[in-house]
């Protein structure tokens, strides 16, 4: 009996968090702050059936507020970011096209209701945002609801709001050296507009990858941090910190350094509440995909 | 957006493994033997589609080997006992009675259908059983879809297979000194035949602790380990074994042992390949009502 994609979405989500070790985020040894291992559990059942919805055909926008709320009990947010890239990738999937043509496909039919359940979605869970810039201040995501008519009257789709957050470049960007926050952008929006492409290539290489698959997460998750700038980390502790996780990341990666040293690497990250969540956004997608694919666990 | 009883039972099979330490079984610290952590993810999100059924008013019999047959990718068995009693429990749920009487009554109206139903489940996955009774030998389990026609020339329904395989006495024997495994019987079927004592035991317990669920998860998988025998593990390993483990589980219990020190029982356990599964399986039974009773993750 075969996975449906909301259910491989839901798996991606269950797999994700149990990767270990995950410098910087909550995974089988460690929860983070408030946030512990079993609200992820639960976000992950709770987003399924929004997933469901995607999987059926609903709107996007109305999917992904669906998925956001369902996870968000008591408005914790542990898979936000996730949920924006597993739930187009759920419904290109969905169509037998779980593919980066595929899945532009999917961003670029999205809609200005899209647009608004994406807003919506930000009044169910507190999610991390920067300051937009000034002309898109209407737009501030944090609005939720109330920057629905200025979406409405601008014409704004789902693609364009993230087209607006994405960096100038994409991945290129993440692997530079911004001199800003708005340059560097949201690397959640840098997948939506260049075909998911962080996504797949988790997806090939945990296809490739050799042992447990939690072992082949955890790896992936490693080799991304020190390829591209966590954007979740930039915001929030500035640009600074995410050069320095990146460099180290690929340090520890490129040496084949031992569990023990990423783990203590990891301490060090949560001592400074540095968590680097937009990579695990990207880890999981690619667990989607590549259960998508017949990996199997 | 409250979780419906599939979704709980789905997130009280995953908060089950989570549960940490549970000594002789797989939790966050821990794999055993060929089951892996991420296997009961896996089986937990493959086994909704089952539940789902179970709470639309599907069989009885035919829900149960839904949710197998999704559990067991690879024929692996991971929460074959957890699934048989969530079944009953989701219906029960679903009718707005998640309570003994509720659960008795699913269990008096299954039908000879809902056996075979259980019956044809062995057939996706390798669980562990005791030889039955001579007279029952038409109606091994291990027989699978084969004992079918015994099954309807008998008149045999799913409760009458479960009161064959249950202690004589039900709870009783669990917690006394029975001396012989045909005595003691299957904790599982305890459950079935006796209002799922231990089951809303368990909830109450979890409901009335404090403190992050998983640790009033492996709390409570603690007690009920030292209240009574693990029958898987009897089947496996034969009485003393059980006698023995729930004497330790007791004395660690009633000490309020350190988890240091409940941790080291579980080194002994998996060292010498004992699991005492059928704790677990009450213990995810128990997390199930205490969702749908409204604890919080």
Request: hydrophobic residues 35%; charged residues 25%.
């Given at each position: 009996m075969p996975r449906s994609p909301a259910a491989n979405a839901e798996l991606a989500l269950l797999l994700e968090v149990a990767g270990t070790p995950k410098p910087g985020n909550v995974d089988r040894e460690r929860d983070v702050a408030d946030l512990r291992f079993e609200h992820f559990l639960a976000g992950a059942v709770g987003a399924r059936p929004g997933l469901e919805r995607a999987a059926a055909g609903a709107p996007v926008g109305e999917a992904f507020e669906d998925a956001v709320a369902g996870m968000a009990e008591h408005g914790r947010n542990t898979q936000f970011g996730c949920l924006l890239l597993l739930v187009p990738l759920v419904r290109a999937a969905a169509r037998d096209d779980c593919t980066p043509e595929g899945v532009a496909d999917v961003v670029a039919d999205t809609t200005v209701a899209d647009a608004a359940g994406f807003y919506r979605a930000f009044e169910h869970a507190d999610v991390a945002v920067s300051d937009p810039p000034e002309e898109m201040a209407a737009l501030d995501v944090r609005r939720g609801a109330d920057a629905i008519p200025a979406l409405e009257s601008r014409g704004t789709t789902l693609a364009d709001v993230l087209a607006a957050g994405a960096p100038d470049d994409g991945v290129a960007t993440l692997r530079g050296d911004p001199?800003?926050?708005?340059?560097?952008?949201?690397?959640?929006?840098?997948?939506?507009?260049?075909?998911f492409a962080r996504s797949f290539d988790a997806a090939e290489r945990i296809a490739a990858g050799e042992g447990p698959i939690l072992e082949r997460t955890a790896d992936v998750f490693l080799a991304l941090l020190g390829e591209g700038l966590d954007t979740l980390l930039a915001k929030q502790h500035g640009l600074e910190a995410a050069f320095e996780v990146r460099e180290r990341a690929r340090d520890l990666h490129e040496s084949g350094a031992s569990r023990e040293a990423v783990s203590a690497f990891g301490d060090e990250l949560v001592a400074r509440g540095w968590n680097p969540g937009t990579t695990a956004d990207a880890v999981a997608a690619g667990l989607f995909v590549a259960l998508e694919r017949g990996v199997s666990v």
């Open positions: 001199d800003s926050l708005a340059e560097l952008g949201d690397g959640n929006a840098a997948e939506w507009c260049g075909g």
